[in-house]
Protein backbone atom coordinates (compact mmCIF):
# COMPACT_ATOMS: atom_id res chain seq x y z
CA UNK A 1 0.00 0.00 0.00
CA UNK A 2 1.55 3.69 -1.15
CA UNK A 3 2.00 6.44 1.46
CA UNK A 4 1.48 9.65 1.23
CA UNK A 5 4.55 11.54 1.37
CA UNK A 6 6.27 14.34 0.05
CA UNK A 7 9.48 14.71 -2.05
CA UNK A 8 10.79 16.37 1.24
CA UNK A 9 10.59 13.61 3.38
CA UNK A 10 11.41 11.32 0.10
CA UNK A 11 14.73 12.69 0.18
CA UNK A 12 15.38 12.84 3.97
CA UNK A 13 14.33 8.67 4.20
CA UNK A 14 16.50 8.05 1.66
CA UNK A 15 19.45 10.27 2.52
CA UNK A 16 19.12 8.42 6.24
CA UNK A 17 19.47 5.03 4.68
CA UNK A 18 22.59 5.72 2.95
CA UNK A 19 24.17 6.03 6.82
CA UNK A 20 24.46 2.69 8.62
CA UNK A 21 25.20 1.31 12.18
CA UNK A 22 29.21 1.67 12.86
CA UNK A 23 29.72 4.55 10.58
CA UNK A 24 31.26 7.70 12.05
CA UNK A 25 29.42 10.62 10.82
CA UNK A 26 30.21 14.13 10.38
CA UNK A 27 27.11 16.11 10.21
CA UNK A 28 26.66 19.32 8.34
CA UNK A 29 23.42 21.29 9.63
CA UNK A 30 19.83 21.55 7.80
CA UNK A 31 19.12 18.70 5.67
CA UNK A 32 22.19 16.66 6.89
CA UNK A 33 21.10 16.66 10.08
CA UNK A 34 17.61 15.85 9.62
CA UNK A 35 18.63 12.72 7.50
CA UNK A 36 21.67 11.69 10.30
CA UNK A 37 19.41 12.08 12.79
CA UNK A 38 16.11 10.16 12.13
CA UNK A 39 18.87 7.47 10.30
CA UNK A 40 20.13 7.01 13.87
CA UNK A 41 16.63 7.26 15.58
CA UNK A 42 15.75 4.02 12.93
CA UNK A 43 17.72 1.59 11.45
CA UNK A 44 20.80 2.80 12.71
CA UNK A 45 21.33 3.33 16.64
CA UNK A 46 24.73 2.72 16.60
CA UNK A 47 25.90 5.57 14.19
CA UNK A 48 28.01 7.93 15.82
CA UNK A 49 27.19 11.71 15.30
CA UNK A 50 30.06 14.68 15.32
CA UNK A 51 29.10 17.80 14.87
CA UNK A 52 31.93 20.50 13.90
CA UNK A 53 31.60 22.32 17.69
CA UNK A 54 33.60 19.36 19.14
CA UNK A 55 30.20 17.31 20.12
CA UNK A 56 30.80 13.91 19.89
CA UNK A 57 28.43 11.20 19.35
CA UNK A 58 25.40 12.97 19.88
CA UNK A 59 22.04 12.77 20.49
CA UNK A 60 19.62 15.48 19.91
CA UNK A 61 15.85 14.80 21.20
CA UNK A 62 15.37 17.85 18.51
CA UNK A 63 16.96 19.21 15.16
CA UNK A 64 19.85 21.48 15.78
CA UNK A 65 19.69 25.18 14.93
CA UNK A 66 23.30 25.70 14.11
CA UNK A 67 26.65 23.73 15.60
CA UNK A 68 26.39 25.73 18.09
CA UNK A 69 23.30 24.71 19.59
CA UNK A 70 23.11 23.71 23.15
CA UNK A 71 21.00 20.35 22.28
CA UNK A 72 24.38 19.05 20.79
CA UNK A 73 26.53 19.87 23.74
CA UNK A 74 23.86 18.48 26.57
CA UNK A 75 23.30 15.41 24.24
CA UNK A 76 27.01 14.56 23.21
CA UNK A 77 29.05 11.66 25.01
CA UNK A 78 31.57 14.25 25.46
CA UNK A 79 32.67 17.57 24.13
CA UNK A 80 36.13 18.48 22.62
CA UNK A 81 37.95 21.93 20.87
CA UNK A 82 37.42 22.62 17.37
CA UNK A 83 40.62 22.33 16.84
CA UNK A 84 40.93 18.71 18.42
CA UNK A 85 38.01 17.75 16.24
CA UNK A 86 39.98 18.60 12.95
CA UNK A 87 43.53 18.03 13.62
CA UNK A 88 42.50 14.86 15.83
CA UNK A 89 39.34 13.65 14.59
CA UNK A 90 39.01 14.30 10.89
CA UNK A 91 42.61 14.85 9.45
CA UNK A 92 43.40 11.85 12.07
CA UNK A 93 41.36 9.83 9.53
CA UNK A 94 38.74 8.75 12.14
CA UNK A 95 35.49 10.15 10.02
CA UNK A 96 34.05 7.36 7.55
CA UNK A 97 31.56 9.70 6.36
CA UNK A 98 30.87 13.09 6.14
CA UNK A 99 27.47 14.58 5.37
CA UNK A 100 26.43 17.71 3.65
CA UNK A 101 24.40 20.17 2.03
CA UNK A 102 25.47 23.27 -0.54
CA UNK A 103 23.70 26.13 -2.26
CA UNK A 104 25.21 24.61 -5.66
CA UNK A 105 26.85 21.72 -6.95
CA UNK A 106 28.22 21.08 -10.43
CA UNK A 107 28.44 17.91 -12.75
CA UNK A 108 31.49 17.13 -11.03
CA UNK A 109 30.37 17.05 -7.36
CA UNK A 110 31.64 20.67 -6.58
CA UNK A 111 30.43 22.38 -3.81
CA UNK A 112 29.95 25.85 -3.72
CA UNK A 113 28.53 28.23 -0.02
CA UNK A 114 30.60 31.09 -0.95
CA UNK A 115 28.73 33.66 -3.57
CA UNK A 116 26.33 33.72 -6.59
CA UNK A 117 28.11 35.20 -9.68
CA UNK A 118 31.45 36.74 -10.38
CA UNK A 119 34.13 36.58 -7.45
CA UNK A 120 34.82 40.11 -7.46
CA UNK A 121 31.39 41.69 -8.12
CA UNK A 122 29.00 38.80 -6.76
CA UNK A 123 25.40 38.69 -6.88
CA UNK A 124 24.76 36.80 -3.86
CA UNK A 125 27.21 36.22 -0.40
CA UNK A 126 26.43 32.95 0.73
CA UNK A 127 27.32 31.35 4.35
CA UNK A 128 30.86 30.29 3.22
CA UNK A 129 32.63 26.49 3.71
CA UNK A 130 33.26 26.52 7.23
CA UNK A 131 34.28 22.67 7.93
CA UNK A 132 33.13 21.76 4.70
CA UNK A 133 36.40 21.41 2.65
CA UNK A 134 38.25 19.72 5.26
CA UNK A 135 35.70 16.85 5.78
CA UNK A 136 35.41 16.86 1.80
CA UNK A 137 39.31 15.95 1.61
CA UNK A 138 39.63 13.96 5.03
CA UNK A 139 36.33 11.87 5.39
CA UNK A 140 36.24 8.45 4.08
CA UNK A 141 33.53 9.63 1.90
CA UNK A 142 30.85 12.10 0.98
CA UNK A 143 27.10 12.11 0.84
CA UNK A 144 25.46 15.53 0.17
CA UNK A 145 21.78 16.01 -0.07
CA UNK A 146 20.11 19.18 -1.31
CA UNK A 147 16.66 19.91 -3.53
CA UNK A 148 16.70 19.24 -6.71
CA UNK A 149 16.61 22.81 -9.67
CA UNK A 150 18.49 24.31 -11.94
CA UNK A 151 19.54 27.08 -9.81
CA UNK A 152 21.11 24.44 -7.33
CA UNK A 153 22.72 21.99 -10.15
CA UNK A 154 24.71 23.77 -12.51
CA UNK A 155 27.21 22.56 -15.20
CA UNK A 156 30.13 24.70 -13.21
CA UNK A 157 29.66 26.28 -10.26
CA UNK A 158 30.63 29.89 -9.40
CA UNK A 159 32.89 29.08 -7.47
CA UNK A 160 34.62 26.05 -5.54
CA UNK A 161 34.75 25.95 -1.53
CA UNK A 162 34.78 22.16 -1.34
CA UNK A 163 36.02 19.73 -3.70
CA UNK A 164 34.18 17.30 -5.37
CA UNK A 165 36.26 16.17 -8.41
CA UNK A 166 37.40 19.12 -9.68
CA UNK A 167 36.70 21.14 -12.67
CA UNK A 168 37.93 18.80 -14.96
CA UNK A 169 36.86 15.31 -12.73
CA UNK A 170 40.79 14.54 -11.71
CA UNK A 171 41.12 16.67 -8.89
CA UNK A 172 41.72 14.27 -6.43
CA UNK A 173 43.91 11.78 -8.42
CA UNK A 174 47.30 11.21 -7.56
CA UNK A 175 46.86 13.70 -4.27
CA UNK A 176 47.98 11.70 -1.24
CA UNK A 177 46.22 11.20 2.09
CA UNK A 178 42.99 12.32 0.83
CA UNK A 179 39.27 10.63 0.63
CA UNK A 180 37.31 9.16 -1.74
CA UNK A 181 34.92 12.01 -2.11
CA UNK A 182 31.32 12.37 -2.86
CA UNK A 183 29.93 8.76 -3.76
CA UNK A 184 26.20 9.57 -3.63
CA UNK A 185 23.92 12.55 -3.92
CA UNK A 186 20.67 12.93 -3.08
CA UNK A 187 17.80 14.83 -4.05
CA UNK A 188 14.10 15.28 -3.81
CA UNK A 189 13.92 13.51 -7.53
CA UNK A 190 16.68 10.67 -7.27
CA UNK A 191 20.10 9.70 -6.33
CA UNK A 192 23.06 10.19 -8.06
CA UNK A 193 26.67 8.84 -8.30
CA UNK A 194 29.86 9.76 -9.56
CA UNK A 195 30.97 7.79 -12.81
CA UNK A 196 33.36 5.34 -12.42
CA UNK A 197 36.24 6.22 -14.87
CA UNK A 198 34.86 10.68 -15.46
CA UNK A 199 33.86 11.20 -12.10
CA UNK A 200 30.58 13.19 -14.01
CA UNK A 201 27.57 12.58 -11.83
CA UNK A 202 24.80 9.86 -13.29
CA UNK A 203 21.61 9.22 -11.73
CA UNK A 204 21.22 5.71 -10.85
CA UNK A 205 17.55 5.42 -8.83
CA UNK A 206 14.57 7.90 -9.71
CA UNK A 207 12.31 8.37 -6.41
CA UNK A 208 8.55 6.74 -7.00
CA UNK A 209 6.42 9.22 -9.80
CA UNK A 210 9.64 11.27 -11.25
CA UNK A 211 10.36 10.59 -14.56
CA UNK A 212 13.82 11.20 -16.42
CA UNK A 213 12.51 14.13 -17.62
CA UNK A 214 11.65 15.48 -14.33
CA UNK A 215 15.30 15.72 -13.79
CA UNK A 216 16.79 16.87 -16.69
CA UNK A 217 14.57 20.03 -16.59
CA UNK A 218 15.31 20.71 -12.98
CA UNK A 219 19.67 20.00 -14.09
CA UNK A 220 21.45 22.89 -15.79
CA UNK A 221 23.61 20.02 -17.67
CA UNK A 222 23.08 17.11 -19.80
CA UNK A 223 22.83 14.85 -17.07
CA UNK A 224 23.22 11.08 -17.57
CA UNK A 225 21.03 8.17 -16.41
CA UNK A 226 22.85 4.38 -15.56
CA UNK A 227 21.99 1.96 -17.83
CA UNK A 228 20.21 -0.16 -15.34
CA UNK A 229 18.17 2.77 -13.70
CA UNK A 230 16.58 1.59 -10.46
CA UNK A 231 13.59 2.97 -8.49
CA UNK A 232 13.90 4.44 -5.12
CA UNK A 233 12.19 2.45 -2.76
CA UNK A 234 9.10 4.13 -0.79
CA UNK A 235 9.48 5.24 2.79
CA UNK A 236 7.98 3.23 5.36
CA UNK A 237 5.18 4.17 7.66
CA UNK A 238 7.39 3.83 10.35
CA UNK A 239 10.12 6.08 9.51
CA UNK A 240 7.36 9.14 8.07
CA UNK A 241 5.93 8.58 11.69
CA UNK A 242 9.49 8.74 13.38
CA UNK A 243 10.27 12.03 10.73
CA UNK A 244 7.20 13.72 11.20
CA UNK A 245 7.55 13.89 15.54
CA UNK A 246 11.30 14.62 15.01
CA UNK A 247 9.99 17.95 12.92
CA UNK A 248 7.31 18.64 15.23
CA UNK A 249 9.50 18.29 18.52
CA UNK A 250 11.70 20.35 16.97
CA UNK A 251 8.86 23.05 15.86
CA UNK A 252 7.81 23.37 19.17
CA UNK A 253 11.38 23.60 21.20
CA UNK A 254 12.38 26.53 18.83
CA UNK A 255 8.81 28.00 18.89
CA UNK A 256 9.18 28.95 22.54
CA UNK A 257 12.70 30.19 22.15
Not at 28 to 49: C, F, K, Q
Not at 50 to 58: A, K, M, P, R, V
Not at 120 to 140: M, Y
Request: some cysteine; aromatic content about 6%; overall charge negative.
Amino acid sequence: MSLDYTSAEMMTVTAARALENGMTCFVGIGLPSEAANLARLTHAPEVVLIYESGTLQTKPDVLPLSIGDGELAESALTTVSVPEMFRYWLQGGKISVGFLGTAQIDRYANLNTTLIGDYHDPKVRLPGGGGAPEIATNAGEVFITLKHSKRAFVKDVDFVTTLGFGRDGKGRDGVPHIGRGPTRVITDLCVMKPDAETKELVVVSLHPGVTREDVCDATGWEIRFAESLESTPEPSARELEILRELKDRTARAHAGQ
